[in-house]
């Protein structure tokens, strides 16, 4: 494993241990799961669906606008789902490595906390949606392959803090929005309470991997500012499920998606969405603004 | 169907590959990464819209998208045979 060719990562996280142990909870009895969903109710806040702010939200009759929170919640709990599951195994792979000797304890919490999340996430799916959507493709060969290991390593674990970045900004939302029943709401919040940890230790991790590639390499740091833009846009348009559409009964689907990801209010939604990450990205040196 | 639905194909992979020129129909469009991960969802939707017809992303056989040539003979000629 190329993993050897890190220097150890050191880090002081002696205060999100410690967070993380004071703060634990029993995923499996904290929440009270309702039979049914409350009637009546959107499942994700109306104004974080995919086509808010757009003519093609105004034009759906308003069942069809719960359907699309209901199947849009779906979506985002499936996307959380195999996000978990990608970055677990990541980190799983890498906890006894010598790199990562010095924040094992931290990883040890951060495996098992997102094993819990991914448990109540697929449990809301199917007990109250009857289902996942799948798992988005991968192709094995990536763009990222003619990079060093230290490189791909610094986006191994950038690509988990988006993620978690783009999912909390959901979360945080969801957790105080008191449209949505309240099971929805206490999903989020709960995975919004572990997340900022893990956000925390996830950029402290990046920086330090991203000092190693600059000391290495510093011409690297733009391809891996032009890898981590590229991987905002992938994320951003996964919420986007054609499929999603098509369950809420909206014709179209994929001609909606196309409009709905061009339409100038979704773009300023992006923007919103992705602001906080990439603020982060340039203050550590590898944002945008690096790309020629 | 579109007129002319490998043109689309090519215009989006020539889109998001500006250094490539052009593109030979055997080129292996995924070990050169001309289509990578990022860009193989949305590849996947553009095949849908053009075809009209789904791709379950649980039944996904790589080699139907490595090439421009397999491209067209597992999306459009044998619909155009049909």
Redesign the interface.
């Known amino acids: 494993m190329t993993v050897r060719e890190i220097e150890p990562i050191s880090l002081d996280l002696d205060r999100l241990e410690q967070m993380a142990e004071s703060g634990y909870y029993n995923p499996y009895t904290i929440f009270e799961w309702p039979e049914v969903i409350e009637p009546g109710k959107p499942w994700m806040s109306e104004n974080l669906t995919t086509l808010a702010g757009t003519p093609m939200w105004d034009e759906l009759s308003r069942e069809q606008q719960f359907a699309l929170t209901k199947y849009e919640a779906i979506n985002f709990f499936s996307l959380n789902i195999h996000g978990i599951r990608e970055l677990m195994s990541e980190v799983v792979m890498r906890i006894h490595e010598r790199a990562y000797a010095g924040v094992s304890e931290f990883l040890h919490h951060f495996i098992g906390e997102e094993n819990e999340h991914m448990w109540f996430f697929a449990r809301f799916c199917l007990r109250y949606g009857g289902k996942l959507y799948p798992a988005q493709p991968a192709l094995r060969a990536d763009s990222v392959a003619h990079l060093s290991p230290v490189a791909r390593e610094a986006i191994i674990f950038a690509r988990i803090l988006i993620f978690e970045e783009i999912v909390d900004y959901f979360n945080a939302y969801m957790a105080t929005d008191q449209s949505l029943p309240h099971i929805a709401r206490e999903i989020n919040r709960v995975h919004h309470q572990d997340e900022s940890r893990h956000v925390a230790f996830g950029r402290m991790v990046f920086v330090d991997l991203l000092g190693q590639v600059a000391k290495r390499d510093p011409a690297e740091v733009p391809a891996v500012a032009e890898y981590l833009e590229n991987y905002l846009q992938y994320s951003i348009g996964t919420l986007y499920n054609p499929a999603a559409y098509r369950d809420a009964g909206i014709p179209d689907a994929l001609a909606l998606r196309r409009r709905a990801l061009e339409h100038p209010a979704r773009l300023q939604a992006h923007d919103q969405i992705l602001k906080r990450t990439r603020k982060f990205l340039s203050r550590a040196g590898a944002g945008r603004e690096l790309i020629g | 169907m579109t007129a002319d639905p490998m043109q689309k194909v090519r215009d989006f992979i020539l889109e998001r590959n500006p250094k490539i020129g052009q593109l030979a129909p055997q080129m292996d469009l995924?070990?050169s990464?001309a289509?990578?991960?990022?860009a193989?969802?949305?590849f996947?939707?553009l095949l849908?819209?053009l075809t009209g017809e789904g791709i379950?992303?649980?039944d996904?056989d790589?080699d139907d998208f490595r090439s421009l040539n397999a491209i067209e003979a597992r999306f459009f000629k044998q619909k155009a045979a049909q």
């Open positions: 995924i070990d990464r289509i990578n991960s990022l193989f969802v949305d996947i939707f849908e819209e379950d992303p649980e996904l790589l």
